[in-house]
């Protein structure tokens, strides 16, 4: 897509996001504000630097209007890149309410707001420009929001990205290429691993995300960690392909060997990578192949490894890993205990210790799928306790979870919610509402095409009012 084709004007301010997502928790949101400092930390001598000051200057202004904050942001930018079009813009939008309807319509921001086309008479206006659609596209994939069934920020990210490539890529040094050819890797990857991408359009995006990581790998411009980052992506969507039978198509050869086997990815990262930081999320990686292959202590001692490496609130997906595997260790040797009924019993420190992980990363970090696991674990909990009080207790704080769930993001269409709810409900002899929240739980799992069990314990909640 050309530049001229894109429909401009629909950016009001250069960073303003889409927002068919659903908004982010506070706890999130600071998270996710705390993790761009982190990274600018890591980027400072790369040109990326720019997308994450822009994107935490208008997190510092739409979060709480802190002015002067989200203006030194822009600032720093334009001390060092004084052409850029997006700093321009964005401190002149923070100023809006002291302009003048006249300032208003030269300053960076009425430009912006306004439907005039990019200005590409010279080879300085396509880079500055391409520059302007690459952190546009930065901002679309690390922005405010959240959505967990469609992936339109993504795509729009992409066509951004593209845009930038076209306009200004031949322009741009070999270090900025790669920072872009690492975003439209990311987008690919994230559109790939949605559950709504269809097969036609996982193969599109599994072989733009080959494509642009391989980019990175080669790119003798590119550091250790990006590479480690590059191979890491490389694995995640070889992984996908192979759990979705999709064909990878034609590859490059020095991929071959990694794209047959995705767990050398991981292990090739890990040689890659420099900083601890990176390190715990290769080893957070190489759990998931561990468990994959039926050894659960295997996957809890890469997840160990990962938390001692980064025990902080950066590190939540190790702890979020590492709760939903204890979670589901426990109803293995549930089923196991059931069928075989003379076998030893489920190790309910399991679930303790899954319950001590998620307590502790949604004080940090919140989203559906960690509350949703916390409410089934408490559930668990309850059904275990040798005393009342201990059951109604935890029984209790699974139903509070799942009006947290319900209240949080998407957590509403999440058919796993309303099965924990409805079980619980159950537990209580709330019989008529369990099955109210069991015939919700069907009506989500066919929205998002997911069976997890609601129809049966429908029917089993049925006979309790026979």
Sequence with gaps: MAAADFPDGHFKLPLVINTEGQPLDPITTDYKADTLKRFLDYKTNRPERHAIRNLLGVLAFRGGNRVEEAKSYFRKILN???????????????????????????????????????????????????????????????????????????????????????????????????????????????????????????????QITVRNNHAVINSASADSDMKSEAYCRIGLVSAEATRRKIRVGQVPQDLVQFIQDPKRCFEKALELAVDYPSRASIYTRLASFSYRDHDFNGAIDYLNKSIDLDGSKHNFHAYSTRADMLLKQFKYEQKTAERHRRGPPPNRDHLLKAKDDLEFILKEHVSPWDFINLAEVYYLLAKTSTSRASLIEYNEKALETCSKVEACQDGADNPNCHKVKGMCLCVKGEHRQAIESFKRGMDCEQKTDRPCGNAQLLVSEYTHLS
């Design 80 to 206: 060092e890149d004084p052409g850029n079009l997006n700093a321009k813009a964005n401190i002149d939008y923070v100023d809006i309410p002291a302009m003048s309807a006249e300032e208003y319509v030269t300053s960076g921001a009425g430009i912006a707001a306004s439907n005039l086309g990019p200005d590409v008479s010279s080879e300085t206006e396509k880079k500055k420009q391409g520059r302007r659609y690459a952190e546009q596209a930065f901002a679309f994939i690390y922005e405010n929001y959240h959505e967990t069934v469609t992936h339109e920020r993504y795509s729009t990210a992409i066509k951004l990205y593209n845009m930038a490539m076209d306009l200004a890529g031949n322009l741009v040094d070999d270090k900025e290429k790669d920072d872009w050819h690492l975003g439209i890797g990311l987008a690919s990857m994230k559109i790939l691993k949605s559950r709504s991408t269809k097969q036609v359009g996982a193969k599109e995006n599994l």
